[in-house]
């Protein structure tokens, strides 16, 4: 790993990374908090999803979420939203496919097989990486906003030993419905939907077994609750199944990062208690 910043903050440290990999076959970008507890043991982990054109640095400049990861002792890493600079056909063309805009999965269709395959990075290869590379326990939670909370669903709900708890803000709760889902998972995924079920958090939920702790905070001024995030048809199947969740909605809040940072504080005391930190 190749250190490209760092900057003190709240007696923690944040620092930017750029890596090789092997599974995207390109050069990354991450960022990581570091809090004052990782000069002298090993700390617990949070991961961070970002949304549509967001980069690795969105969630450390704009949401102020060190200091309580501080007071918790909590790591937070921020990974880039896709691979960057891999020349694909049309990759730069829209905001809401191709750069800035894995959605988390793994591509199977041609040209962004080869690149995009951002779910396997998530949970295999980035792990891998910090824990050889950083003080931290093998312990973590996952949490995101908009496209990064579709991913930090269906990553915990597929993987429910590998996190202690997960939580989303405005997530993108059924991808298969919705006109962003839709448009990246037939590129991505095909036109067969049976391929996407395994990255439709609304699918998912019927499948798992073991449930996670699950928070969620929403917007009630977001512009794009009804077409495009689907909390209601969410929270439908998560009845259904009888799925703990705890859902908080917000007048006057809409889709930005005041939103995030105004509710941070209280994601990150939510995984700390599953986190068993101090």
Known sequence: MELIAQYRSFGGWVKRYRHWSEILKCSMVFGIYLPPQAEHSNVPLLYWLSGLTCTDENFMQKAG??????????????????????????EDKDYDLGTGAGFYLNATQMPWAEHYKMYDYIKDELPRLLMEGFPLQDKSSISGHSMGGHGALVLGLSNPDQFESMSAFAPICCPSQCPWGIKAFSQYLGDDRNNWKKYDASTLIELTDKKLPLLIDQGMDDEFLTKQLK????????????????????????????????????????????????
């Not at 060190?66 to 049309?90: F, M, N, Y």
């Open 65 to 90: 979420a060190q200091r309580a990861a501080s007071e918790h002792g909590i790591a937070i890493v921020c990974p880039d939203t896709s691979p960057r600079g891999c020349d694909l056909p049309d």
């Open 231 to 278: 909390l209601d048809e969410f929270m439908e199947r998560l009845k259904a199944v009888n799925y703990p969740v705890q859902v908080d909605r917000h007048d006057g809040y809409d889709h930005s990062y005041f939103f995030i940072a105004s509710f941070i504080d209280k994601h990150i005391s939510f995984h700390a208690k599953y986190l068993k930190t101090v």
